[in-house]
């Protein structure tokens, strides 16, 4: 005789599954609820719906693996409702549509000290933190004597394109400016597209739109570029003329966040950027 393992009918619902084990973590006295008696600990489905402001029959059902993909409002609802942390945030969404949030714009909680510490040890190589709408808000030392003295601008003005389109120090370090604006809208673009439409969004290109005519026109052809990594090169005014590989790289828990490092190819140049450092 054969023995059949009865099949767990959650086993493919990893979606409900996630949610129920999150509801059962919370305190509904905590969160306003009557301390009754209760069958199964933390919040029950319909309070759950409540919190989120969604139908007790639909939470019911997605629980169920019922009624298709939710959207992502509702899992946004649903997050809110359940207290979810940033990452618990996005493995829902991973969960249940299979991608990631939207980048959440947080330009004011700054950087953890810890991240600020690994910019700092990647000195004399200039490495920053941005957001998707190229805000700049971390730097290390090595930034301000290679690229940019982000320090000297308003926090409100600290953004790439600004100082790519806007600034003449911008075109004079460039060897080949038109060519390097290009590749930065290309890639900005692909940038602000991952993270959706938002009023920083928005804000940032009708800006540049009506400062330069050049960015306007670039914005308007829709070309896309990868930015990954790659080489990048500057006429800098005291070292010269400097090459860097940059390379990309997402922060962890925090979407709306890249670190960008601008390794320096040459000893020589590297030991010169140090000295720099150390006379600031």
């Not at 990452?87 to 330009?107: M, N, W």
């Not at 950087?111 to 998707?132: G, K």
């Amino acid at each position: 005789m054969i023995n059949r393992m009865r099949a767990d009918p959650d086993s493919e619902n990893l979606l409900g599954r996630y949610l129920k084990d999150r509801r059962a973590k919370l305190d509904p006295v905590a969160l306003g609820f009557p301390q009754t008696r209760r069958r199964t600990p933390g919040l029950r489905r319909e309070e759950v719906a409540q919190r989120a402001h969604i139908s007790p029959t639909w939470y019911t059902w997605l629980e169920q693996g019922r009624g298709g993909a939710p959207s992502a409002d509702v899992l946004d609802r649903i997050a809110s409702a359940l207290l979810l942390t940033g990452v618990e945030r996005e493995h829902l969404f991973l969960l249940g549509l299979g991608h990631l949030p939207e980048a959440r714009y947080r330009k004011d909680e700054g950087v953890s000290p810890r991240l600020q510490r690994v910019l700092e040890a990647l000195e004399p190589s200039p490495a920053m933190i941005r957001t998707a709408t190229w805000d700049v808000i971390a730097w290390n030392r090595a930034v301000p004597v290679t690229l940019t003295d982000y320090s000297a601008v308003p926090p409100e003005q600290r953004n790439i394109l600004r100082y790519m389109f806007l600034d003449p120090h911008a075109r004079a370090a460039q060897p080949n400016w038109e060519q390097v604006a290009r590749f930065v809208v290309g890639a900005f673009r692909v940038d602000v597209a991952r993270a959706g439409a938002s009023a920083e969004v928005k804000s940032v290109v009708e800006e540049l739109c009506l400062l330069s005519p050049e960015f306007e026109t670039m914005w308007r052809e829709n070309d896309v570029q990868g930015h990954g990594e790659g080489i990048k090169r500057l006429n800098h005014a005291v070292l010269g003329p400097i090459t860097f590989e940059y390379s990309a790289f997402a922060v962890d828990g925090r979407t709306d966040l890249s670190m960008v490092v601008y390794t320096l190819l040459d000893p020589a140049v590297a030991e010169k950027v140090s000295a720099l450092i150390a006379a600031r």
